[in-house]
């Protein structure tokens, strides 16, 4: 209802009057400003101005910028510029927004009156050109010059004048718009309209701020052609300072004046940026104050300052001074380029221990020092990699007896191979915790500071270790590096190396052994206890580490020219389709080769050679003596195997089986028994031998036959199938002669053959 509602008291109603024109829980906009027009400038939306300025901002350069950037290949901002990159959508504030204390009242606002006691009011009231608001009942009251702190008051003694115990709440609604004008070197100059309570850093927000020849540093507000005050941004922007932020009325100028100057700021700063001058004598010092001051990595000894003169000929000069107090106070001119320089990371008295060491270190240097004031013992140089090796040794070793303990429940399958792994873990890892240290060499890198020249100085470390006087115990000077080296790092002479070698199946003590220099594979068995009854000394294998990484390299090499190969063949075949009769029964032929050679390339990336290294001993011998007098290596393996039972036959048979091996018995009857197939290629049939060796037709004379040759027990019998076609994968294996020679060559046996398959 419009008016006033309310019963008098002399009529003894005891229900309160009421005076409502509204529901404030339904129309309650505390905050809005205006009718929605806000931050509208000319014909264009807030939005539209900040999209333009964002879009146009990069492609925008003073002309001191593109200088700056010619003159030191870097883009330097305009420091504050960040500040003004996104203009807001718009200028109003938001919902609910608190209305400053000190906000003045004025025509426009709207006045939210609520009251309650011995009278109930519910009114929102707008402030009239005159000031003044009609409250039904209550009268009008002038509002005009109000601030919004003291409304409450105001109105509660204008009702109290007529009710008696009255509790009187003032919020407000819409408030007024003022329109302020932007002018100067602004970026986007115009006239603005804004909420009552806008001061000169929120106009300056929806206008963009300056342009590129604007200042920040002296933004002037006029009211009624005087200057009512000034701001300095670069104290707001910089440090936070808002002392100065004016508050702005409606019809206020916001001026704009051009910049007093640029100059550069780079190097080591914590803001490189283009910086403006307040004034034409501002000092270095204000100028790295805006700055952030200087990162401790900044040489403060040397500063250069380069200089525009256009009435010299050659109108650029460079100085070069420190920053202290002299050099702080240095006034700057218009143009100027300011480049702070580093340090530079030297060490004047350290002492440098790296290496083969528990830790590398950098100490200070102290006149009489020695090696071994860096290095006091030889703890000192177990490296941090062996002590992490001897703390995880328990740990892997409880987890491997944790693997058999389980293996035991269930000794079959895979199992089986998963205890062989963890025991051969535990083998692997024995002598290797810690890493040898090269006591005959170590070496003292120097510098001479007077002509740079770079000196080596070695000594012997484990001299220098065992006597603290002897003439290995160098003498060190400020800036030495002591450089500790591992037998790893550089090899030392076989004697001097340490050598653990493994050797197990039929010998009386299984394990592995330290061996001394020069000692052989017959020494690594006598360590052993020598062999026992069971012995198959045709089957002994003997695998190294070193070998295995060449097989393994020249098996990659291998794979890659058969994957050229295919390739090169597989373009041929597609390029000879063209123009043949059944096309489509070609294609489905070439997609089928091309499967198939994808299929033999992932077979044999799955190969890994072993390292073994055939003795290619006789089958008629028996006595380990005649096993060569190999000198052994660290982390040789020497396996002794008992003699099997079973010859083995794979490939093109009617049946891979593996057959009771008999004395005398050749492969031509083991091929019997095992059948050949009707695409078995009986030229290329080879044996892959116990002893490591590959038998096979090549090289054995025109009327000899491998069939005719006696297999031995642990033999595996090789029948490839027949290849009527000169693919890529034929190619390649007539390349390197055959199958026996691959498997032969990588070190691979007869479980390569499954893989292949």
Known sequence: MTGGEYSANSLGVSKAPRITNQSLNQNNAAGNVGDGTNAAFNSRSAAEDANYFVKNKKQEKSEFQNFVEYATGKQLPLFGEE????????????????????????????????????????YRATVDRNGLINIPTIGTISMAGVKAGEADAVIKSSIGKLYRDVAVSVSFGRLRAITVYVVGQAKKPGSYTVSGFSTLVTALLVSGGPNLTG??????????????????????????????????????????????????????????????????????????????????????????????????????????????????????????????????????????????????????????????????????????????????????????????????????????????????SIASRIGNLIDDVNWDYAVVERVDRATLNVSLVPFNLGRAMDNPDSEDNLRLQAGDAITVFSQNDIQVPVAKRKVFARIEGEVNAPGVYQMGSGETVQSLIAKAGGTTANAYLYGTEFYREKVRQEQQANLEKAVRRLETQIRTENAKAAANQSGVVDAQTTALKLKAEQEASAQVLAKMRELKATGRISFGLAANDDNFNKLPALKLENGDQLVIPSRPDFVHVFGAVSQEASIIWHKGMTVEKYLADAGPTSEADIDGIFVLRANGTVLSSVGRGWFSSINSAEVMPGDSIVVPERLNKETAYKAFTNGLKDWAQILSGFGLGAAAIKTLK
């Open 215 to 424: 200042s920040m540093r002296n933004v002037q507000v006029k009211r009624q052609g005087k200057v009512v005050g000034s701001l300095d941004l670069y104290s707001f922007i910089a440090k936070g300072d808002k002392s100065n932020d004016v508050k702005l009325q409606d019809g206020d100028t916001i001026y704009i004046p051009a910049a007093t100057g640029y100059v550069a700021l780079t190097g080591k700063v914590n803001a490189p940026a283009i910086y403006e001058l307040k004034s034409a004598n501002e000092s270095v010092a204000s100028i790295l104050d805006l700055a952030g001051g200087m990162p401790v990595i900044a040489d403060p000894r040397r500063a250069f300052l380069e200089r525009i003169d256009p009435n010299k000929s050659q109108p650029r000069t460079v100085e070069e001074f420190a920053l202290n107090q002299t050099g702080l106070a240095k006034a700057l001119k218009n143009g100027d380029l300011l480049t702070v320089t580093s340090i530079t990371p030297d060490f004047s008295n350290a002492v440098t221990l790296r290496g083969n060491v528990n830790q590398a270190l950098r100490v200070p240097f102290r006149p009489g020092m020695r090696v071994r004031d860096l290095i006091p013992n030889r703890e000192a140089l177990i490296t941090r990699a062996s002590v992490q090796r001897q703390n995880d040794a328990l740990i892997q070793r409880n987890e491997d007896v944790n693997s058999d303990e389980n293996n035991v429940k269930n000794v079959f399958g895979d199992n089986k191979k998963q205890v062989k792994e963890n025991t051969s």
């Open 83 to 122: 500040f003004f990159s996104r203009a807001p959508s718009s200028f109003a504030p938001l919902q609910d927004t608190p209305i400053p204390s000190d906000y003045v009242l004025g025509a426009g606002d709207e006045v939210l009156i609520r009251a309650w006691g011995s009278v109930d009011i519910d």
